[in-house]
């Protein structure tokens, strides 16, 4: 079964800092990784999607690696911004089944 | 990347009762998925709806609490049965599209059952 663990639960920056969100998973037999933001009591934004063949995507100022072998990925946000508060979500597209396994999530708060 | 419009997106029901959430898809797709996420959870997969077949549902959830509708391939809608406190969750519903986009959600239901 996969699990999938997201450090930290929480992070609180200033404004105008860079924010780095890690995600582990266990098998690392996966199809594709993608990365979610969900604001307080509403639906999941896709924010990346990086293939099991890929080493990173980018978006803006978003950057997301992935290191299959070792089962992580991690999210970069630079520059942020008080709009960049949300949950972030990883979740796994484990081979074959189209099943997302979800983490926990990373709650970010950026102080103006 | 596909569009979802969910509704309703929150409602106040009494226990006992059922709520019927829908969703439409821009798009035709295969497979449709419906989450729940629990307050402070995160997202735990309900079931897999294809189009003409009955749902595949996940451990710990049955067809008689979470009947699932599946009569084209752009629409779907979920039930929550005989509704209790514990029900009170975010629902959400997704697709998978083929290709670069990987999965779009909902905008989710929040559900208070009181």
């Known amino acids: 079964k996969q699990e999938v663990t997201q450090i930290p639960a929480a992070l609180s920056v200033p404004e105008g800092e860079n924010l780095v969100l890690n995600c582990s998973f266990t098998?690392?037999?996966?199809?594709?990784l993608q990365w979610f933001r969900q604001d307080p009591g509403k639906g999941l934004t896709s924010l990346l999607l990086?293939?099991?063949?890929?080493r990173e995507q980018t978006s803006g100022r978003l950057n997301a690696s992935l290191d299959k072998s070792s089962g992580r990925s991690t999210l970069y946000i630079a520059a942020s911004q008080p709009g960049d508060s949300a949950t972030y979500l990883c979740?796994?597209?484990?081979?074959?089944?189209?099943?997302?396994?979800f983490g926990a999530g990373t709650t970010v708060t950026v102080r103006a | 990347s596909a569009v979802i419009s969910q509704k309703p997106s929150r409602d106040i029901c009494q226990r006992g009762t059922s709520l019927t959430i829908q969703c439409q898809v821009d798009?035709?797709?295969?497979?449709m998925f419906w989450y729940r996420q629990q307050p402070g959870q995160s997202l735990t997969l309900i079931a897999t709806a294809n189009q003409g077949s009955e749902a595949t549902y996940e451990s710990g959830f049955v067809i008689d609490k979470f009947p699932i509708s599946r009569p084209n391939l752009t629409f779907s809608t979920l039930t929550v049965s005989n509704m209790s406190p514990e029900d009170s969750s975010i629902y959400l519903c997704?697709?998978?599209?083929?290709?670069?986009?990987?999965?779009?959600f909902g905008s989710g239901t929040r559900l208070t059952v009181v």
């Open positions: 798009s035709q797709v295969t497979m």
């Open positions: 990086i293939q099991s063949s890929q």
């Open positions: 979740a796994v597209n484990r081979s074959n089944d189209y099943k997302l396994s």
């Open positions: 997704s697709v998978e599209m083929t290709g670069a986009y990987g999965y779009t």
């Open positions: 098998d690392s037999a996966i199809y594709n």
